[in-house]
Each structure stands twice: as C-alpha cells, then as structure tokens.
C-alpha cells in the first residue's frame, strides 16, 4: 500500500517556537498511533487516537484526530532540544491489517 | 519486564554471504513486525506475523529475504547473498493485538547490517 505522507519532511525550530507535523491518509482511517526515534534510538510509543475529532495532551504535546479520521496532527508548545528526534504516525485501517508507518518529520532544535 | 530483545545489536558481513538476525518479542504479544530503516529514512515494512496466521509478507524486498516464526515467539529474519544495498537497521517489534483494534508497537533496539 501506498506510505502515508507527513509534511514537513523536516523542521528546524529555535528553542521556545512551536512546531506542528501532519500525517495526511487517502482513506479512513480505524485509529492513528503517533511515535518518537530519538537519533540513534528506536521509535517510542507515544499516543493512540480513536475517535473522530479526538484530542489529546501530553505536557507540551498536543495530538489530533481529523473529524473524517483522515488526518492528525501532532503540535509541540514551546519546543526543547530534548524533543528533538523524528515523530512518526502510524495509520491503522483495523481488522488484521499490518501497522505501517508515515514517512516521518524530523525536528531539529536550535538552542 | 523485559522488552524486545534484538542480536547481534551489529552485524559485518561480506557481500554474498548469508546472515540471520534474531528476533525475542514480549512474552505474550501475539503480533510481530520486522522493519528496515536506512540511514536517516523511514520504516519501511517487511513482514508481519500474527498469531497463527499466515504472515504477511506483502513488504520483503527480494526473495533473498525470508523470515519465520517459531512457537509463536522468536522469529529470525534471513538474508541469502547480501547485497551492499541489504545495509541498514532492520527494527523488530511486538504488540499485544486486540481484536478490532490494535495496540502499541513495543521496538527492540534493533540489528545493524553493514554489508562490505
């Protein structure tokens, strides 16, 4: 299938600045898991949406899910150098479908 | 507990060699994944395996490549005459599926191939 795109591709933020990824799918969508790599690591949990219009907070992380559950949106308040990494969404069509993952945003922070 | 568990954590190997990666997932997770990643790209799916079902193997590059799983549990990746192309981090994960949903992906730190 088809990878589902997230823009941007990448994104450089001064320290304190916001920053925004989105993961766009073509169809709807059982629920969408977002997760985090820092460099040299390996990809973290970090939420699942289910429900259409979902909203979610963790700290400074804001996470939506599109009405249409087509899209999310993943949004940092005030960035820090310990965000830095690359934030991946996962789109799930349910049933036994395999879990396949958005192209990523990488995130630099500049201190 | 302990987490995905993923050898060797490096791997050399020489042009058209044979290598096999490991693969110990969360005791009771009934779905695991194995992906690829390049040096600074994306996850790119191979296989999955869930429960007794028929893997879907729908992602495997060539059929160089072959994974099984055995019991349910362990599953080892097998590469036949690597190619330099081959090298890249190749990432397992395990859920513990629920019917009608999914649930998180738990990744070891995966298997770094480098292919001389």
């Known amino acids: 299938g088809q990878q589902v795109m997230q823009i941007p591709q990448y994104q450089h933020v001064q320290e304190g600045e916001d920053f925004t990824t989105y993961c766009n799918s073509s169809t709807t969508l059982s629920n969408i898991q977002w997760y985090k790599q820092r460099p040299g690591g390996h990809p973290v949990f970090l939420i699942q949406?289910?429900?259409?219009?979902e909203v979610k907070k963790q700290k400074r992380l804001t996470f939506q899910f599109g009405e249409a559950k087509k899209n999310s949106s993943l949004h940092i308040t005030a960035t820090q150098t310990t965000d830095v990494g690359t934030y991946f969404c996962a789109p799930y069509s349910g049933g036994y479908q395999k879990v396949t993952f958005g192209t990523g945003t990488k995130l630099q922070v500049i201190p | 507990g302990a987490g995905v568990s993923q050898s060797p954590s490096n791997k050399v190997t020489e042009k058209g060699k044979d290598v096999e990666l490991r693969c110990d997932p969360i005791?009771?997770?009934?779905?695991l994944y194995w992906y690829r990643q390049s040096l600074g790209q994306g996850l790119e799916f191979l296989i999955y395996?869930?429960?007794?079902?028929?893997?879907?193997k729908s992602g495997l590059p060539s059929d160089r490549f072959s994974a099984e799983r055995t019991g349910g549990s362990v599953s080892t990746l097998t590469i036949q005459r690597t190619q330099q192309e081959d090298s890249a981090v190749y990432l397992c994960?395990?859920?513990?599926?629920?019917?009608?949903?999914?649930?998180?992906?738990?990744f070891g730190n995966g298997t770094r191939l480098t292919v001389t």
């Open positions: 994960a395990s859920s513990l599926y629920r019917v009608g949903g999914n649930s998180p992906l738990h």
């Open positions: 949406l289910v429900k259409s219009g």
């Open positions: 395996f869930q429960g007794n079902s028929a893997p879907d």
């Open positions: 005791s009771g997770h009934t779905a």
